[in-house]
């Protein structure tokens, strides 16, 4: 095994402290800060996702697979300067919409999105459009991410989209909505650019979605 | 709990609740609910089971087949009522007539009506004579239980079952605030449970030929959601959160604005919730089962799709409710069933492999909720699944009987279902700075209490209780409703004071819920029930790292 194929392993088993000793030890031996994600970080945590879709992995899994990868990724982070910054895939804004509470499906979205290489703007739970208005403004984010798990507050999703166009910011944004009463046809209805059926859909689509 | 001691003279001995000293008593089981009953010999079944709530279409005469019974141990007499409504094949198989038999041994019966038979309430419970006769009703969302007593004697004179008719505007209480919310779907709600409730007293009445005006009072109890939709109250505080709406306390009404033809004085009063999602169904399981006048700590927990959990003692009670979701009931389970005939009930291992019990004598079609937790807990026995909840051996799903699967996310839907009420278990015990051994008893209310294996729910890591210490006390809600019929006008009081002492505790505000929940959702490992185990890691490995953000 390579060293980037061991990194993998230990990202996927969710050995959080092998992957920071790992990622120290790499990195005394010269491996360059902007090689982790691309050789190891992305593709473990694709791998993970893969793994959740076929229920082979489930919430705690992924959970400490995520914690795994952040382990590596926290130490990268503030070595990654100038050219060697990694080129961000971008900045999304996530949170679970007003009168929600629910935030394991919304965190286990933002933490694969962060190891996909996205920088993430976490606004919690409950949050009105207003605030989510004032984060796209303050951090230029290009995509929004809404979760909602219960039929009542999903139609809070639909004062987010409103929000952005009465703010002007429509245009700079994509956004993408999930949670368990979330459909396809949803997202359609409200005027959202896309539907994540689960955390690996998710991470696929906000990929496309960025460079769309 | 406590027993008969009412005041009033009772004529006839209360079928299932006395023991007569000096006349032989026989013991009868009925499955699949595991209720026991003893009687004395000679007891007439029909007796028996009508006080379960078995139904007897043609009233007992024989002439019909619907209160069939299949007995599983011990022998009941033929007659040839039941010869002709019978094959000699069913006869053989242990098939009766409920209506036809008296027991004259000691028995283990399955009932056909299951339904019927999981909803009502037969504890013997403490009251103080009273005048008149009352109803008490469990509003249920799926299901309705109406019970007409004698207040002066206790006794049960007649039950009426049925299912929610508001069930069709959807089958979950979020469903029915979803419809409720807009234009008049409140109403329309509010008008159908009344019409029903009322024509179920109507049925009580007629069965146990009774004037109407002996009717004093009607208790009724149920979820927040039954509470505001049968009180006419705005539900939308309960579509978002906090969910905690302002109209709580007690609501008294007259017969009459309810539009129920009840000509007499009766009363009819719904008791008080303690929370958004914490009803009076709870407030009743805590009359029933005296948690609020324990000096030790005492649980009591409802298994359903918002599952409740009460802890505390006559000092305080904490209580919560975590989105379990319908695993329990069998739904979102890939060969999900209700608790009916073909369902697979029990899964036992027996020389390394499985063996099912299945309801009705049938070859099986399903899988109930008792059923499901056995099976998990069986592969976990077996090795054939893990710890984390994955198939040991890969692939999509496991043969129990043929051909009934358990598949891989039906695995993962107990997982989401038994984490959640471990982990608000443990974190109410931890609010009393308490843990699973300082616990002295752990009640389990309703249906699935019933059914569910103990020793299957603790080795799932649902129930972490040694099993002396978890017992099922049935429906709570109903018996909480029939102490509360005893209760006259002045002493509503005594549901002021349980409120009072009771704090609802918002599990989902919590921070460290979700990384309860998580860790919940894995299977103990061979008692070592640890995170640790279940990841491969060393405990100084993960305590090292930051807690996962969750």
New interface residues.
Partial sequence: MTPFEELQQAII??????S?ALTERMLKDGVRPGEFFPKAIIPAMDEVGRRMRE???????V??A??AAR?SSDILRPLLVGAEAMSSAGTVVCCTV???????GK??VAMMLESAGFKIVDLG??VNAEKIVNAVREHQANLVALSAL????MVNMKSVVEALTAAGLRDNVKIMVGGAPVTDAWAHSIGADGYGKDAPSAVELARQLATA | MGTYAGTGARETPEPGNEKMPDQPTHRITLQPVHAELTAPAGTALRDLLFAQGVEFPCGGQGRCRGCRVHVLEGQVSVNDAQRERLSAEELAQGWRLACQCALDDDLVIELRQWDAAILVDETPFAFEAREGLGVAVDLGTTTLVTQLLDLRTGRVLAVRTALNSQARFGADF??R??FA?PKDGGQQLRDLIRQQIGSLIEQLVFAAHIPQEEIRDVVVVGNTVMHHLFCGLDVEPL???PFEPDQLGLQTFRAPELGWKLSGPARVRFLPCLGGFVGSDILAGILATNLHEREELTGLVDLGTNGEIVIGNRERLLCASTAAGPAFEGARISMGMRASTGAISEVRVEDHSVRCRVLGNVPPQGLCGSGLVDAVAAGLELGRIQS???FTA?G?AWELAAPVVLT??DV?EL?LAKGAIAAGIRMLLERFGASARDLNKLYLAGAFGNYINRASAQRIGLINFPSEKVEAAGNTALLGAKLALFRPEGEDGSFARIRQQTEHVPL??DQSF?ET???E??FPNMGART?EV????TP???T??SA???
């Fill in positions: 088993d969710g050995k959080a402290f092998v920071k229920c082979e992995f489930f919430i705690p899994e959970l400490i995520a914690r382990a007003k009168g929600d509470l629910h935030d394991i965190n286990i739970v409950d219960l039929t009542t507050t | 979020m469903s605030v979803e919310v579509s978002r959160y984390s909840g994955r890969g999509g891989q996310s993962r997982q989902n505000a979700q929940f998580v860790e959702m894995v995170w279940a990841t491969g890691e100084e490995a993960n090292q790292n996962p953000r969750i």
